[in-house]
């Protein structure tokens, strides 16, 4: 008489795959995230699977519930520098400073072109 092969899993297999598939996405977030650049490439990136078990007042069944989270690394920031000057009837004027003079031609036979104003909402 021979004995019948019994197939056990591992609890990240249950829910028919569900636990797996949800690790498997935030991972694919992750890949995503040290690919991008516009993060730091050699910052750690976590992919956190918590597993809460409920058992019932009886002890015959458990609630199995699943949160699978990632941390990324953030973007990297995007600076620039304003200027703020007395404009025209002495109101104030902020502009993004540009590399040269606007309307001065570079080296390389660009024209600078003006700088951008900032909005000011009183």
Do not use: C, H, W
Not at 22 to 30: G, L, N, Q, S, V
């Amino acid at each position: 008489m021979s004995e019948a092969k019994i197939d056990r899993k591992g609890i990240l297999e249950m829910a028919r795959g569900g636990f797996l598939e949800r690790a498997d996405y935030e991972m694919t977030k992750i890949i995503d995230n040290i690919l991008d650049p516009n993060t730091r490439a050699d910052k750690k990136r976590t992919l956190t699977i918590t597993l809460d078990l409920i058992p019932d007042a009886d002890r015959q069944t458990i609630r199995v519930n699943t949160v699978v989270k990632s941390k990324l690394e953030p973007t990297n920031p995007v600076a620039t520098s304003l200027y703020i000057s007395g404009g025209v009837g002495g109101d104030m004027v902020v502009s993004e400073l540009v590399p040269q003079v606007p309307g001065q031609t570079s080296f390389s036979g660009d024209v600078q072109e003006a700088p951008p104003l900032l909005r000011l909402v009183k």
